[in-house]
Nanobody, 129 residues
């Protein structure tokens, strides 16, 4: 059973930064395709970023970023902590949403939420102007 626990959300002002964490248990995270999604009130869940499975310690995972956040966010992994991070910078009120970590045991379409079987409970990000 794959368990995902997000943390790191909070309230910041426009231009601020946050680093979200997704701790994985029950599986080695480098063997998972992982992603961050977000959902704002009244809006559909949308992908933020995704990392393909790193098939070995020597393989760098392929990363994907959604256009609205490209250049402002970066994914990284701490294999020793089995944790995926999402570093977000230059935040705007449009980034306000609940952010969810998701995982799949196979290579899936990275932006399609329906392909991810495992989800965390979410962490709230609020950006004020």
């Amino acid at each position: 059973q794959v368990n995902l626990v997000e943390s790191g959300g909070g309230s910041v002002q426009t231009g601020g930064s946050l680093r979200l964490s997704c701790q994985v248990s029950g599986y080695v995270d480098s063997g998972l395709q992982m992603a961050w999604f977000r959902q704002a009130p009244g809006k559909e869940r949308e992908v933020v970023a995704a990392a393909s499975r790193a098939l070995s310690a020597l393989t760098l995972a392929e990363t994907h970023y959604a256009d609205p956040v490209k250049g402002r966010v970066a994914l990284s992994r701490d294999r020793s902590a089995n944790t995926l991070y999402l570093q977000m910078t230059n935040l705007t009120p449009d980034d306000t949403a609940m952010y969810y970590c998701a995982a799949a045991k196979w290579d899936v379409s990275w932006a399609d939420a329906s392909y991810y079987r495992y989800w965390g409970q979410g962490t709230q990000v609020t950006v004020s102007s």
